[in-house]
Each structure stands twice: as C-alpha cells, then as structure tokens.
C-alpha cells in the first residue's frame, strides 16, 4: 500500500517510525525502495519492448533482407552464395515431401 493513500493517523505513525530510523521505519523505506526498483524495470522492459516493435516497422516487405528463407529452398540447398559447395556429401539436398512420409 501506497503511504499517500493511507488514512492520516496511520499516515503519521509510519512518518514516525520512519523519522526515528526504526526496524519498522526501515522496513517501510525497503518496500518503497522495491517497489521503485521494480516500476523501474518494468518501465526499461516496455521501452525495450517498443524500440523492438517500431524497429520491426521500418523494415518494408519488399526489402531483400526482410524476406527471409523459404523453408523449401533451404532443405534442398538452393539459393544464397554463402552454402559450403565443395562438399559432395548431399549434392542432391534434402526431398522435402519425403521427410513428412
């Protein structure tokens, strides 16, 4: 419970404690100090989380690094320049339809 919203003689009474440096003033500071604490990741998390999104908005569908692999092509090993060709283990790839048989 937030202390603003504590009704005012109980208000004061913590003040007190507090004031004085009390075990329980000590403890009423830690759970504001943890409360804060958490406000503060759980606001570093959504701005994280925005700057992903609205990163993910400006690429367009029509950019050739947006479009990604086509699953296909990949298990029969066509397309991109960066595949390994000197090996002649699986000249052929992957058949696609018959790994679901």
């Known amino acids: 419970m937030e202390m603003v919203s504590l009704p005012v003689k109980e208000f004061n009474v913590k003040m007190r404690e ?14 504001i100090v943890k ?19 609205s990163k993910g908005e400006d690429y367009s569908d029509n950019d050739s690094e947006s479009q990604g692999f086509n699953f296909e092509e990949l298990m029969r090993g066509e397309g991109g320049s960066d595949s ?12 696609f339809e018959d790994l679901f048989k």
């Open 84 to 95: 390994d060709d000197n090996s002649d283990d699986n000249s052929d790839g992957y058949n």
């Open 35 to 53: 409360n804060i604490k958490a406000g503060l990741q759980e606001e570093e998390f959504d701005e994280a989380m925005n700057e992903i999104s």
């Open 18 to 31: 507090v004031m004085a440096g009390t075990k329980e003033g000590k403890k009423i500071i830690d759970e």
